[in-house]
């Protein structure tokens, strides 16, 4: 690397003085060349981290505030923040081909132990004692690990929730039960229904994807006593659990479901239940904070909360996902990179946001300090529920019967994303009436089987 | 005359309605950009709003405008520049000295474009990174330029060929070489059509989004990729990506606005006797 | 093949017909820029893409990459989507291009009149072309096109009709709206620029004759755009065939299999899925279609140029 790196000889300031003397011509000429040998980056006085991350809401606020890590570091972060999708195509691009565009990358509970089998990323467990590793929630870390080795520290963590009206409930003389079942939920929701006005009982994602419809998807199917896989790596979305399961969904939204419901994923739906359009939704926990933010909710008063339903199984209803941050082995400011990791998930950040943007947009389920804190206790809640769904969401056992994968609503293999945006597709379809639920599990079996035998799970 | 004048009248109301309804989406994508989130999707979708800036200025903390816009800049302008420096002589051959295979060579290059970029993505990034030029302008522009080049060679063939040949072997006698017919007859013949083909190829590769997306982060990074960075997070941003397309677009749009001209008139394709 | 051998016998035809020939060498090398510089770019990754569809390359399982011999393509052609892909490539094309001229030609004769306020409407009526298609896609999705809180379930509701779900009861069709309003500009702007040229004085004399607008349009104006609406046709298909922006960010492909095309799977296969291997199959199939497309334009659509 031809960088100056951190003993900087060369100074921002005094290239500056150099360029206002060189003539113009001179000057564009080595720009060109600069830029034509990639030695742009190259030129810098002091250690630049190029840093990838997801634009949701949290990441822009750790956007906002890492000005202050610049400060205190002297380290300078460039930022490329991105929608999840894009994010994950690039990312995942640059570190499978070795590309090294990137010292700190943003991904998930479905990359992290991929990504650690393959030895892509560099091991953080050994964070310094202040970082206080064990208070960083288990089933958390665990999803965070490969063979014992932790390969990224959590930025914000998330399960899945039931958001209902209390307005809406109490006009009609319901109440939420605090562990409803599906069947609850879908008594619930004939209730509450009133398509004249545009409310609709029960609101859940319809739009294709493994990270989209297929995490609803993957919790009925948990909760009706099925499994993604059987132990031999056998589609489990052809067993009966998993018919009954997704028939239920099909049948439930057509009743009480917004029209248009397979063209919505997880904003869709906050539009619809911000606006005033549901009953119930159960999704995401993270959409606590902006449900009860009055600046982008006009139902912020308006809303209760209950466990995620379940069904004929009493585990699996919740999944779990964490926004993490790693290093891959291709960054050459490792050190650097590990800095700034721990400081973004550290205890002082969390505090940070909470005292200066409000505990409510505090990063959530990552430590159990948080939820420790009285303060956050106020300003969120919901943080007791969020809790324990987060605590007693288990990669590992969670289904009925064993399975041979970790994860809930995803297995982490590679083959993942092929089988369940297949699969999501297929639920679509059934949901919009295209196919029937019978077909439409079929085919998403026989694709999942397709591919699980090209790569070689299935003997 | 009053005849006339109705028939005027007439045309004004259909045109203007044809106009409004395919340049509504736009207005309404702008009204968004001025909204609250809030507001933005809110049933009935409301017309009449107090309009805010705190999008633009939320846009702008966030990313790099001004160094977003220049990278557009230097990769439409830049890839365009390149793209004519290549096809000008090449559709001069193409134009004035055809053959059996001129056809065939001018499909050919256009069929390099049926191939769906995405399909060899993992190719081209294993061949930038190797050169070093991920994440560069350079990288960027040579990735455009190949990605116009057979449009650009294309329009330009059509647009030579309808240059009197006459014209042409009068300044061959008098001993002119091939370079100096280009740029002395055959360039201001053609200049209409010559400007609306820099015209069309600018504005492919500012809209140009899977290659910045993918082969850039920060230093290169166009305006096509600063867009990415406001759709579809946790929660609502129809606000905030409407303001930040509505900034993107907006110079494409002054510039069709002053160039309309040049587009209507320059499109012939060899079609004008 | 190197592209002087190529371009030498067509030179040497024309010179056979009695042109001066001292040109020849300087007229080679001239396109050899051009014509070199594709094929390099063309044939790069081509001998790549060939050598990653007979492996297994998932890009998340470095482990598992080998050989796979035929492996990829077979899986391809016993995937029960690709003949749905491969046919709703087809409808896309035929339908966006069917939109695009037959909108274009009416708002082409609109625009061609003189009115008030014509530059100004003009301008509007091609905007749609400078908007970037994930950005048109996610407008027409979310503000407009949304059966709850989308402007057009408002204006039903407000008339007393049902709301349309359009993306769950007519994908296909959505799909090539969006891409059709994105276009349908381009091919004003072409065939616009052709009927400024159309002979005023012969429509006049035939609606001198007594013949009926729609007459004049059939057997005067029709013939003359014809070459127009040929390069009108070769233009867009070229972009029509790789359309997956607007599916990506609307549908996701579905449902089921309602919208996805053959790009659509290239896309899935390498950018959701991250199978290298597979998705060069595809890519490969692409480049035989392509050849085929090519071959088709040159015996039909590229007579008119």
């Known amino acids: ?34 830029a034509a040998l990639g030695w742009g980056a190259a030129a810098q006085a002091q250690t630049t981290l190029t840093i990838a991350t997801v634009n949701n809401p949290d990441m822009i606020v750790m956007q906002k505030y890492s000005k202050k890590f610049e400060e205190q570091s002297g380290i300078k972060l460039k930022w490329l923040v991105l929608e999840e999708n894009v994010l994950r195509q690039r990312v995942t691009t640059d570190i499978s081909t070795k590309g090294g565009q990137f010292d700190i990358i943003t991904i998930g509970m479905y990359e992290t132990p991929i990504w650690g089998k393959n030895g892509w990323l560099v091991p953080l467990q050994d964070t310094p004692a202040s970082y206080d590793l064990n208070d960083v929630l288990e089933s958390v870390r665990n999803g965070l690990s490969y063979d014992g080795k932790l390969y990224s520290l959590p930025f914000y963590a998330e399960s899945t929730m039931m958001f209902y009206r209390t307005d809406l409930f109490k006009a009609a003389g319901l109440t939420m039960p605090e562990h409803p079942t599906w069947d609850d939920v879908a008594t619930l929701a004939s209730k509450i229904t009133n398509k004249s006005k545009q409310i609709y009982g029960i609101c859940l994602r319809g ?106 199984w009493n585990k699996g209803n919740g999944w779990l996902w964490a926004w993490a941050l790693a290093v891959p082995t291709s960054s050459t400011h490792t050190a650097e990179a590990k800095k700034f990791i721990e400081w973004a998930t550290s205890k002082d950040y969390i505090d940070m946001v909470g005292k200066t943007d409000g505990w409510v947009t505090a990063p959530p389920g990552t430590r159990a300090s948080t939820y420790a804190n009285p303060e956050y206790q106020k300003a969120a809640p919901f943080a007791k529920i969020t809790l324990g769904l987060i605590e007693s969401a288990d990669v590992v056992h969670g289904t009925k019967d064993p399975k041979p994968y970790t994860g809930i609503t995803f297995a982490t293999i590679p083959e993942m994303q092929a089988i369940g945006n297949f699969a999501g597709q297929q639920i679509a379809a059934a949901l919009t009436g295209k196919e029937s639920v019978d077909q439409a599990l079929d085919s998403a079996a026989d694709n999942a089987n397709r591919v699980l035998k090209q790569a070689g799970y299935i003997k | 005359m009053r005849q006339r004048l109705r028939t005027k009248l007439q045309f004004t109301a259909i045109g203007w309605f044809a106009a409004l309804v395919m340049a509504f989406p736009i207005f309404w994508m702008t009204l968004a950009a001025f909204k609250t989130e809030i507001d933005a999707v809110a049933s009935p979708p409301l017309l009449f709003f107090t309009p805010t800036l705190e999008n633009f200025a939320e846009m702008q903390e966030r990313i790099d405008y001004i160094a977003h816009f220049w990278n557009s800049v230097a990769v439409a302008f830049g890839a365009t520049a390149l793209a004519l420096l290549l096809a000008i002589p090449a559709a001069y051959v193409m134009a004035f000295y055809p053959g059996r295979r001129t056809q065939g060579i001018l499909l050919w290059m256009l069929s390099t474009k049926f191939m769906p970029a995405v399909g060899v993505l993992v190719p081209i990034y294993l061949l930038l990174r190797d050169a070093h030029l991920l994440d560069t302008r350079t990288g960027l522009i040579v990735i ?51 400007a609306s083909t820099a015209l069309l190829s ?51 749009l002054v510039l069709g606005w002053c160039t309309q001209r040049q587009l209507v008139r320059g499109l012939t394709f060899g079609a004008v006797k | 093949m190197s592209t002087t051998t190529l371009y030498a016998p067509a030179v040497a035809r024309r010179r056979g017909r009695g042109h001066p020939g001292f040109f020849r060498r300087g007229t080679t090398w001239l396109m050899a820029p051009a ?47 690709l003949a749905t892909a491969l046919l709703n490539t087809v409808i896309i094309v035929v339908g966006d291009l069917a939109v695009t001229i037959g909108v274009g030609i009416l708002l082409a004769i609109v625009f061609d009149q003189p009115f008030f306020g014509r530059g100004i409407a003009r301008l509007l009526a091609i905007a749609p072309f400078f908007v970037m298609p994930t950005v048109s896609a996610l407008v027409w999705k979310n503000l407009l096109m949304h059966p709850v809180y989308g402007l057009f379930a408002w204006i039903a509701n407000s008339l007393g009709f049902e709301a349309i779900d359009w993306f769950g009861d007519y994908p296909l069709a959505s799909v090539i709206a969006i891409v059709g309003w994105e276009w349908t500009p381009f091919a004003t702007l072409i065939l616009l620029t052709s009927l400024q040229s159309v002979d005023r004085e012969q429509v006049d004399a035939a609606h001198l004759d007594g013949a009926s607008p729609l007459a004049v349009f059939r057997f005067v104006i029709l013939p003359h755009l014809a070459r127009p609406i040929a390069v009108v046709v070769m233009l867009e298909t070229i972009f029509f065939l790789v359309v997956y922006a607007e599916i990506v960010v609307t549908t996701v492909g579905g449902p089921g299999l309602a919208t996805t095309n053959l790009s659509f799977l290239i896309y899935s296969r390498a950018l959701l899925a991250f199978d290298v291997g597979g998705a060069s199959a595809a890519g490969v199939l692409a480049i035989v279609l392509a050849n085929v497309i090519t071959f088709l334009f040159v015996r039909t659509v590229a007579r008119q140029m």
Request: proline share 5%; glycine share 10%; charged share 15%.
């Open chain 1, 1 to 34: 690397m031809l960088c100056a790196g951190a003993d900087g000889s060369i100074r921002a300031g005094d290239l500056k003085n150099e360029e206002e003397t060189v003539n113009k011509k001179k000057w564009l000429l080595s720009a060109v060349l600069a």
């Open chain 1, 207 to 312: 739009q294709p994807g493994w990270g989209e419809n297929m995490g609803i998807a993957g919790l009925l199917g948990n909760t009706f006593g099925g499994q993604l896989f059987d132990a031999d790596w056998h589609s489990g979305y052809n067993s009966p659990a998993w018919k009954k399961a997704i028939a239920f969904y099909v049948d439930l939204m057509h009743k009480d479901g917004p029209p248009g419901a397979a063209g919505n994923g997880f904003n869709e739906n906050l539009a619809l239940m911000s606006s005033g359009h549901c009953g119930m939704w159960v999704d995401a926990t993270v959409a606590a904070g902006i449900l009860y933010d009055p600046k982008r909710s006009q139902v912020a008063d308006k809303v209760g909360f209950a466990n995620a339903p379940i069904e004929s």
């Open chain 2, 144 to 194: 455009t330029l190949f990605g116009n080049l057979p449009i650009v060679v294309w329009m330009l063939y059509s647009f030579f060929k309808e240059v009197p040949r006459e014209i042409l072997e009068a300044a061959r006698v008098d001993g002119a070489g091939a370079l100096q017919q280009i740029v002395r007859l055959v360039l201001p013949l053609a200049l209409p059509g010559v």
């Open chain 2, 202 to 252: 600018i504005i492919m590769s500012w809209n140009e989004s899977f290659w910045c997306i993918n082969v850039t982060e920060v230093n290169a990074a166009t305006l096509a990729l600063a867009i990415a960075s406001f759709s579809n997070p946790e929660g609502f941003f129809w606000a905030k990506l409407s303001a930040a397309s509505v900034a993107a677009v907006a110079p494409m």
């Open chain 3, 35 to 81: 014509v070199a510089a594709l094929f390099a770019w063309m044939i790069v990754p081509l001998i790549l893409t060939l050598w990653f569809s007979v492996q297994r390359y998932n890009l998340q399982d470095p482990a598992g990459r080998g050989f796979a011999g035929f492996d990829n393509y077979v899986y391809l052609f016993t995937d029960p989507s």
